[in-house]
């Protein structure tokens, strides 16, 4: 988005060296997943433009929909009062799942009566 | 909510103890603020329906809003895929400003030609 870099200072980076990063779809503002980002992660994002998390599971750079198609545009980055989170409007391709489990949002479970039902229906099978 | 709490255990805490929470408005899904919380704080939130954060750097409970009037009022709390991200649907109380610098919302900065630029004004003046 920009060749001036100095931005990123703003960036608090936590001991592990990750901020936390939220996407929510541009259309709605809806919160789809919450991941993490590391420095690498977060200049891929923007120069690609492409949604690129820190994976602390494979503890990879992890091009969200890489596999599944279901690829993040960025529309915009915004960041928190602290600098230790971020917010990234983006457009949701593919299927028009966000989360691995192929519902829309990874948030899909609510608490009622004590348990987290799930809400709605997945998008996609996720084992297709 | 509810009596029943097996429910906790399906949230993942990290190796502080803490989950991250997201607070977004129940009217329209603006995503409002990103902080932690422990397990006390999370038991204290949904027993009270005030949001209860865990503060890291002043490390104690945090109620939102208990000094400045800008409370959150508990609407529906809902768990991320992996279990280890929190969103919290939530009335904002008091002024409306979820951030302590006066914004709606924490993420008031956006990224414009490679710097975060203010957007929208403050609902309170933080100093007053």
Request: hydrophobic fraction near 40%.
């Amino acid at each position: 988005m920009s060749a001036n870099k100095d931005w990123i200072n703003d960036v608090k980076f936590d001991d592990k060296g990750l901020v936390t990063a939220v996407a929510v779809d541009q259309g709605d503002g809806a919160l789809l997943m919450l991941a993490h980002m590391n420095r690498e992660a977060l200049e891929k994002t923007l120069e690609t433009g492409r949604m690129t998390y820190w994976s602390r599971s494979r503890k990879s750079l992890w091009v969200k929909g890489e596999t599944s198609g279901n690829t993040q545009r960025v529309v915009s980055a915004h960041l928190d009062c602290d600098g230790d989170a971020l917010m990234f409007k983006v457009v949701q391709e593919g299927a028009g799942a966000a989360c691995h489990e192929g519902y829309r949002s990874c948030f899909f479970r609510k608490l009622e009566a004590g348990e987290w039902a799930v809400q709605g229906t997945p998008l996609v099978n996720p084992k297709s």
